[in-house]
């Protein structure tokens, strides 16, 4: 069947440092991809969506780029900060949400 | 902002009995859904609605049925609880973006 996956399921980063977080997904028709940040004890909260048309997309200190090509989703954390610990999801809309397994990252100080 | 909220954060209850999970959202979506997170599995797709009276199954319907008789409010039932359902549950609602509730752990003994 298709799914979406992450490629680790653990990062640890250096606080200041650069952020790299991957998701693979394989069905080729997804055309709406979402990152979630979920902090301990709390749903999963929204960060930056980006439709199949577009390759890339920032928000703040934050990256998504696409790679429709290989099926490849990245979220890019720019100055990592203590507060982004988290668990880190990808989810692909197909009608319903699909979601990873998702990523830990923890910042050290 | 959009608001979704889960009638409870921590629920006990015994194997076998029967259990309400609700979920209310104050933005006028039509698409609501129910998942539960499991260490390790991430989140899975238990049901989802496009529309009042409207419910489809997702990945793991088996043991969980709902209800949508009103736009704003979407319910999860656990008919006879077992040990095997104790989990987080987390309901979403979506119309361009999936917003999630602060999710309900559920404790079955």
């Known amino acids: 069947g298709e799914s979406v996956g992450l490629h680790l399921p653990t990062l640890s980063v250096q606080e200041g440092d650069n952020s790299i977080i991957n998701c693979a997904y394989s069905?080729?028709?997804?055309?709406?991809f979402i990152w979630y940040k979920q902090e301990s004890g709390k749903g999963p909260q929204f960060i930056i969506d980006i439709r199949s048309n577009m390759d890339k997309r920032q928000g703040q200190r934050v990256t998504v780029l696409l790679n429709k090509t290989v099926k490849h989703l990245s979220l890019q954390i720019a100055a990592t900060q203590p507060g982004d610990s988290a668990v880190y999801f990808c989810?692909?809309?197909?009608?319903?949400?699909?979601f990873g397994a998702g990523t830990r990252l923890t910042v050290k100080p | 902002d959009v608001k979704v909220t889960q009638s409870s954060r921590y629920l006990v209850k015994r194997t076998g009995e029967k259990v309400f999970l609700e979920c209310v959202q104050d933005?006028?979506?039509?698409?609501m859904f129910w998942y539960r997170q499991d260490p390790g599995l991430g989140l899975r797709l238990i049901y989802f609605?496009?529309?009042?009276?409207?419910?489809e199954k997702g990945d793991i319907p088996e043991g969980y049925s709902v209800s949508r008789e009103k736009k704003e409010r979407f319910s999860l039932i656990l008919e006879s609880a077992s040990t095997n359902q104790t989990s987080m549950y987390l309901c979403a609602s979506l119309r361009e973006t999936q917003y999630f509730g602060p999710g309900t752990r559920l404790l079955v003994l």
């Open positions: 933005m006028d979506h039509e698409n």
């Open positions: 609605s496009y529309d009042v009276k409207m419910k």
């Open positions: 069905n080729s028709a997804s055309d709406y």
């Open positions: 989810a692909e809309n197909m009608g319903d949400m699909r």
